[in-house]
C-alpha cells in the first residue's frame, strides 16, 4: 500500500507560481513512474507531465516551457514548479505514482497498480 499527500495549491494571480509537492509513504520501494494529472470541473482528469524512476520527463503541449517535473527518490516525492500560470491552468491537480509488484526480492514489470493523491486546488485569477 502507497499513500501520497499533496501540497502546495492555491491562489495565485496570472502569471505568478506556484510548486506542487506530493510525498509517497507505506510501501515505497517499488515505485517506478510518477505524474502529475488536473481536472477542470465539467471537464475529464487530463495528464500534466509524467517522469520515470531515472528522470525522463514528458509535459502535455500547453505547459511545455512553462511547467517543470522533478522528483527525489530519496524522499519518494514528486514536484510540480508551474510558472507563468494562466486562467486556463486552473484545476485541481492530482499526483500518481505506478507501483510495481514485489517479486522475489525485485520489483517486476506485470500487474501495475495505480495510486492517487486526494487532489489539490489550483486557482489562477486577477
Known amino acids: 500500500q502507497v499513500q501520497l499527500v499533496e501540497s502546495g495549491g492555491g491562489l495565485v494571480r496570472p502569471g505568478g507560481s506556484l510548486r506542487l509537492s506530493c510525498a509517497a509513504s507505506?510501501?515505497?520501494?517499488?515505485?517506478?513512474?510518477m505524474a502529475w494529472y488536473r481536472q477542470a470541473p465539467g471537464k475529464e482528469r487530463d495528464l500534466v507531465a509524467t517522469i520515470t524512476y531515472g528522470g525522463i520527463t514528458d509535459y502535455t503541449d500547453s505547459v511545455k516551457g512553462r511547467f517543470t517535473i522533478s522528483r527525489d527518490n530519496g524522499k519518494s516525492t514528486v514536484y510540480l514548479q508551474m510558472n507563468s500560470l494562466k486562467p486556463e491552468d486552473t484545476a485541481v491537480y492530482y499526483c500518481?505514482?505506478?507501483?510495481?509488484?514485489?517479486?522475489?526480492?525485485?520489483?517486476?514489470?506485470?500487474?501495475?497498480?495505480?495510486?492517487w493523491g486526494q487532489g489539490t486546488q489550483v486557482t489562477v485569477s486577477s
Open positions: 500518481n505514482t505506478r507501483v510495481l509488484p514485489f517479486v522475489q526480492n525485485m520489483c517486476v514489470i506485470g500487474d501495475p497498480r495505480d495510486y
Open positions: 507505506g510501501d515505497t520501494m517499488c515505485i517506478s513512474d
